[in-house]
Nanobody, 123 residues
């Protein structure tokens, strides 16, 4: 089973910055991860895509975060990060990392999620 461990959430003032990180771990070897992404869910709202990095090089962003958030990935370390700048109160949510199509030495795992980390933007 692949586990995703997140770090970096917290409380920040409007206009501030935070960096979230996610690392995939497995008892054996991970050969590749097709999509590394971040989703968020605010109270009373559905979970939504924030940003995703595809192994091909493509990146996708929600319109609401374009120009403020940047996703990056390190394939050798099976790790990805979300740099969040100019944070706004509406960015407050639980952020989840996601990995799609994980190729391990034993099998291919279609999708897995991290446990979530709280980001609160407030003065």
């Amino acid at each position: 089973q692949v586990q995703l461990v997140e770090s970096g959430g917290g409380l920040v003032q409007p206009g501030g910055s935070l960096t979230l990180s996610c690392t995939a771990s497995y008892r054996g070897r991970i050969f590749s991860i097709r999509s590394m992404g971040w989703y968020r869910q605010a109270p009373g709202k559905q979970r939504e895509l924030v940003a995703a990095s595809i192994r091909s090089g493509r990146t996708d962003y929600a319109d609401s975060v374009k120009g403020r958030f940047t996703i990056s990935r390190d394939n050798d370390k099976n790790m990805w990060s979300l740099q969040m700048n100019n944070l706004k109160p509406e960015d407050t949510a639980v952020y989840y990392c996601n990995a799609d199509r994980i190729a391990t030495e034993e099998t291919i795992i279609l999708s897995t999620w991290g446990q979530g980390t709280q980001v609160t933007v407030s003065s």
